[in-house]
Every structure is written in C-alpha cells, then in structure tokens.
C-alpha cells in the first residue's frame, strides 16, 4: 500500500498570512502526481488542485499553488493570503491521470489549518 | 444539478443489524467509490466500480458488499454491523478514462454511521 506523509497534524495561521501544508508519498510509479482536498468542519470533501507527474510548470489555481519536488516525491500546497474560510483539514493523495486508467485514490491523515483572525 | 448525493446522513445500528447506504450521482460518471473516514485518519477505500455492472475491492473491503446495477448508484451494504464498522461514509465518483485531464473525484456529503 502507498504511504502518504503530512507531518503536520495542525497548525495555526494568521489571517492575510501565506502557508505551506507538507505532503511526501512513496509511491514508485513515475506517473503518479498528487491530489490536494479540502475537509471543512461541514464534513464534504472539495477538490482543490492537482499537480501532474509530468507537468513542467507547479500547479496553481487561484489563491492555491502546489511546490512539486518529483524527485523528492512531495508536493506542499501554498495558500497565499489565507482566509478565515480556510480553515479546515487539508488531506493530499496522489493518483493518476485518467489516461493511465483507474484512479483510486489513498488519502494521508490530514492537517488541520486554522486561520486566527 | 444535484452531483453526488447520499441516502441516510445520519443512520444508528445495532451489533448484528443490516442496513444499505445509496450513492446515487448525475454527472454520469463511469466510476465511483466507496470510502470510510475514522477520526484523526484520511479516507479510506472500501470498495470502488469502474462501469456499471462491475466491483472491486478497495483497502479495507471485509465487512461490506456492494453493487453497481445501473451507472448513476452505488450501494453499500452491510449485511452484520459491528461497532468497529463505525465510522463517516463517503462515496465518491469520477469520469474514468475518457474523462477530464484531472479525474478529480467528486464527492458526496457523507454518512455518520453508529454500531452499537
């Protein structure tokens, strides 16, 4: 089974502030990039942004940007001018694109960001 | 436009009781899944579907059963609860091959299921 390392089970963040949420996972297979989710206390699960094994440039979207290090297998989600609405758990997962077939996905344990106004 | 919608929200078991959760999604998807989501823990795969008609078994499937009749449900069973088996349901479905370059799952709002 693959192992997804968030090592930071929460952290606290001023409004207005940037952060940096850690993601590592072992997995061997070349093709596999990395799913970020977002957990609010309402309990659904929103996609946030996804990062391609073999996309040249880090992915953004929006206010969200992921800091792809392949070689290192980790890929850390930066929320610049964080919000009060982000706080929630933040879970990666990486997977692959639908080319390649069947896309199940294995979450890490998650960190809990909260924004302190 | 409803996505992915999840039937009960809330549901209270006995040890030994058997109940169906339904997934039902509208973005005609080919595949969807079954997670279970423990406090302090990521989710988990239970079961997942490729198209309709098919099932596989995920991380941690003993326990559970599930079906795929048509393309928009999908169902979990369980057909003898232990209070283990406690825990928040999500389904989740996706395009599959053909679909966007993501292939993001979309999920639904989830079951809080109680074994007693």
């Known amino acids: 089974a693959q192992k997804i390392t968030q090592t930071q089970p929460g952290m606290f963040v001023q409004e207005k502030e940037a952060v940096t949420l850690d993601c590592t996972y072992d997995?061997?297979?070349?093709?596999?990039?990395l799913f970020w989710y977002k957990q609010p206390s309402s309990g659904e699960m929103i996609f946030l942004i996804y990062?391609?094994?073999?996309?040249?440039q880090n992915a953004t979207e929006g206010r969200y940007s992921l800091n792809f290090q392949k070689a290192r297998k980790s890929a850390n989600l930066v929320i610049s001018a964080s919000q009060l609405g982000d706080s929630a758990m933040y879970f990666c997962?990486?997977?692959?694109?639908?080319?390649?077939?069947?896309?199940?996905?294995?979450f890490g344990t998650g960190t809990r960001l909260t924004i302190i106004p | 436009n409803a996505g992915v919608t999840q039937t009960p929200k809330f549901r209270v078991l006995k040890t030994g009781q058997s109940m169906t959760l339904l997934c039902a999604q509208d973005?005609?998807?080919?595949?969807m899944y079954w997670y279970r989501q423990d406090p302090g823990m990521g989710l988990r795969l239970i079961h997942y579907?490729?198209?309709?008609?098919?099932?596989a078994k995920g991380e941690v499937p003993d326990g559970y059963n599930v079906s795929r009749l048509k393309k928009q449900n999908f169902l979990l069973g369980l057909e003898s609860a232990a209070p283990s088996q406690t825990s928040v349901y999500f389904c989740?479905?996706?395009?599959?091959?053909?679909?966007?370059?993501?292939?993001?799952?979309?999920f639904g709002p989830g079951t809080r299921l109680t074994v007693l």
């Open positions: 989740a479905s996706s395009y599959g091959v053909t679909g966007s370059s993501y292939n993001e799952q979309f």
């Open positions: 997995t061997s297979d070349p093709s596999y990039g």
């Open positions: 990062q391609g094994s073999y996309d040249q």
């Open positions: 997962a990486p997977g692959r694109l639908s080319n390649f077939g069947n896309e199940k996905l294995t």
């Open positions: 973005m005609n998807h080919e595949y």
């Open positions: 579907s490729v198209g309709e008609g098919t099932t």
